[in-house]
């Protein structure tokens, strides 16, 4: 008799518990990405500079823009510049005839440009991470003036390509 009643206590047990709700515990995880981005914004897009070229006269040496950077790297940024021109501006009316030049960024180590991209700037660390408020760093020129003293009398130029990477 004591097994018959265990048995019943079972299938009695057994359903209750069919007519209750399960609960069953499962988590998702979420992840989020931010994608990497960086703005490079110059203060021209034409830069026109006056050579001197008179014997005597100092290297010329003038801010030639201002960028406005700003990125989301934690780290900081890469800046690249490349040359149309090898470096060199060239004359518009007689190509053969251009004048060499450097270009220093932020008043680091002037650098000779070629057609591909050269830092100017190494890694730069912005000291509180990331720069979405446009951070400003000068560009110069530097042309030595024996190279502006041998130069005919005409316009000269040359295009620059700026390229920021964040890192």
């Known amino acids: ?22 609960a069953v515990d499962e988590s ?26 008179r014997l005597g006269a100092a ?16 780290i900081g940024y890469v800046i690249q510049l490349k040359s149309s021109n090898n470096g060199k501006l060239i004359g518009t009316r007689d190509p053969s005839r251009s004048i060499p030049y450097k270009i220093s960024y932020d008043s680091k180590s002037p650098v000779s440009l070629t057609y591909t ?7 730069t660390t912005s000291v509180t991470g990331a720069a979405t408020t446009p951070v400003t760093k000068s560009v110069d020129i530097i042309i030595d003036n024996r190279d502006a003293n041998r130069a005919t009398q005409q316009d000269y130029e040359d295009t620059i390509i700026f390229t920021l990477t964040g890192i």
Do not use: C
């Open 117 to 123: 991209p050269q830092d100017i700037g190494g890694a």
């Open 1 to 22: 008799m004591l097994k018959y009643k265990l048995i019943g206590l079972t299938v009695f047990s057994s359903l209750i518990m069919a007519g209750k709700g399960i």
């Open 59 to 74: 290297e010329f040496n003038e801010t030639l823009l201002t960028l406005n950077l700003s990125h989301n790297s934690s």
């Open 28 to 53: 998702v995880t979420i992840t989020a990405t931010v994608p990497a981005w960086a703005v490079i914004e110059p203060s021209t897009s034409a830069a026109r500079i006056v050579l001197d070229g």
